[in-house]
């Protein structure tokens, strides 16, 4: 059973830079069917896909977030990591990781982390 868990600050301070890790156990990241994805839900409104990386270390990100995500990988601790820049109170959420198959659908999940931005 794969087992997806979010790590990282609850609070953030606005203009710093948020990171989360994701730690994968159960499975790795060895496959090229999979998409590893940041995801997260501001209050009150939808999910919102932050970005993904592959096991070619290729990444993808969301037009709107990607001159500030950066997604990287720790392929020795089974971890993948999202790094936010210049966080405002906007981006405040519950930031989830998944994993992707294909692009065709979400089949693993993490429990989520929330994450103020508050001075």
């Known amino acids: 059973q794969v087992q997806l868990q979010e790590s990282g600050p609850g609070l953030v301070k606005p203009s710093q830079t948020l990171s989360l890790t994701c730690t994968v156990s159960?499975?790795?990241?060895?496959?090229?069917?999979?998409?590893w994805s940041w995801i997260r839900q501001a209050p009150g409104k939808g999910l919102e896909w932050i970005g993904a990386?592959?096991?070619?270390?290729?990444?993808f990100y969301s037009p709107s977030l990607k001159s500030r995500a950066a997604i990287s990988r720790d392929m020795s601790k089974n971890q993948f990591i999202l790094q936010l820049t210049s966080v405002t109170p906007e981006d405040t959420a519950v930031y989830y990781c998944?994993?992707?198959?294909?692009?065709?659908?979400?089949?693993?999940w993490g429990q989520g982390t929330q994450v103020t931005v508050s001075s």
């Open positions: 998944a994993r992707n198959q294909n692009w065709i659908f979400y089949d693993y």
């Open positions: 159960g499975g790795s990241f060895l496959s090229n069917y999979y998409y």
């Open positions: 990386i592959a096991l070619s270390g290729d990444t």
